[in-house]
């Protein structure tokens, strides 16, 4: 960076002197971007009815698989115990239809003594010899009687397996109708909004509940386009977070292929460190070399060398007098997390103070024999 001499005075903080120099800087443009939490879900409901229960208040914790809301289902139990009772009812006539079907098998009631009575003889001469001629005069055909029932017997089967599947499926709609009326976490995270309250009713995609992973959080910003070629998944930024003006790093995680069309933005997802603060909503700055813009060299400075006087940056110099005076500075891009550029106000070689004095004013003239030498690596 430059020279540093250091005055070490009696007051509890030193100031000190420094040389100006240029540090060769790209254009960097800070983006304005909000803190998402790593996965966000809405909750809504499938099945029409009352809100009976909900397990907490924003901002509590809770596991994959814990019940975060239920719907009243009075009527979904009841109409579970009908649909029992037909499944129960399905399934017994299947259970007899398949027992006349073996029975038709293996003893036909074409072959029956008593199926085809004849001119009252006896059923055994009535069996033998009236089907005998009935089947050689053309009155009569048992081989088709008997297909016939079995044909008979073997549809009444097969109606009565549709039967049951129809019962099974009913029951299985009224299972997944009672899953629905139950809200479960579908992962570990925070209950971060309540849109509905117990004793609420609701119907079928009514929004419910707002559920977030917030152990790990992201900034989604919308990046112009001209900024996207600086980006590459994985590479790191610069960002500042708008709790306690805190400076760090975050890694690109996604960049959306498509840009906007009426903005002519991408938008663009950042990893924090895990502990970042702040929480899902907040803003925060996402600083963007500009690829496309020629690095220039820029004066660099420390950032505890700047005052502001209202709103007006400003600087102490020493004059070839060794005398302070005040220089209002136009601020650049942050240089790293402790320097700044400058645009103009000052320039290469001009002896800057850092950490200057609270009574310092322009003609402070400082003691400088007691100043030892350094340098800023």
């Avoid at 983006?31 to 996965?39: L, W």
């Avoid at 979904?76 to 037909?86: G, I, M, N, S």
């Avoid at 009812?89 to 036909?108: C, D, K």
């Amino acid at each position: 960076m430059g020279t540093i001499l250091t005055l070490f005075s009696s007051a509890p903080q030193a100031w000190q002197l420094m040389t100006v120099e240029a540090a060769e800087f790209g254009n960097r443009i800070k983006i304005g971007g909000t803190i998402i939490p790593y996965k966000e879900v809405t909750l809504s409901a499938q099945v029409p009815g009352r809100v009976q229960y909900i397990a907490g208040s924003e901002g509590d914790y809770f596991q994959k698989n814990n019940l975060l809301l239920s719907i009243d289902d009075d009527d979904l139990v009841a109409k579970r115990r009908a649909a029992l009772a037909q499944l129960a009812n399905a399934e017994a006539s299947l259970r007899n239809a398949r027992v006349q079907y073996s029975r038709e098998l293996i003893s036909p009631r074409s072959e029956s003594l008593t199926t085809m009575p004849g001119m009252g003889l006896p059923n055994l001469f009535d069996n033998v010899f009236t089907r005998n001629m009935g089947n050689a005069m053309g009155v009569g055909n048992s081989d088709i009687e008997r297909y016939g029932d079995l044909y008979s017997s073997g549809a009444q089967v097969k109606n009565a397996e549709s039967a049951v599947l129809a019962a099974r499926s009913a029951l299985d709609e009224l299972d997944a109708k009672l899953r629905d009326a139950r809200a479960i976490a579908p992962f570990d995270g925070k209950l971060v909004r309540k849109m509905v309250e117990e004793g609420d009713t609701v119907q079928p995609g009514t929004p419910l509940l707002k559920f977030a992973h917030t152990q790990y959080l992201r900034i989604q910003a919308e990046v112009p386009a001209k900024l996207i070629f600086g980006l590459t998944k994985g590479s790191l930024v610069d960002v500042k977070l708008d709790i306690n003006n805190t400076y760090t790093k975050a890694k690109v995680a996604q960049i959306y292929p498509v840009a906007d069309q009426q903005k002519h933005t991408v938008t663009v997802k950042f990893d924090l460190p895990e502990g970042s603060p702040g929480g899902p909503g907040l803003y925060a700055e996402v600083t963007i070399n500009d690829t496309s813009s020629v690095k220039k060299p820029v004066p660099v400075i420390p950032k505890n060398a700047v005052i502001y006087r209202g709103s007006l940056p400003i600087v102490y110099i020493l004059d070839d007098e060794n005398k302070a005076r005040m220089k209002i500075v136009r601020l650049g891009s942050e240089y790293d997390k402790s320097r700044v550029t400058v645009l103009s106000g000052i320039k290469t070689g001009d002896r800057i103070i850092s950490d200057p004095p609270k009574t310092i004013k322009s003609g402070w003239s400082p003691d400088l024999q007691n100043i030892s030498s350094g340098s800023n690596g």
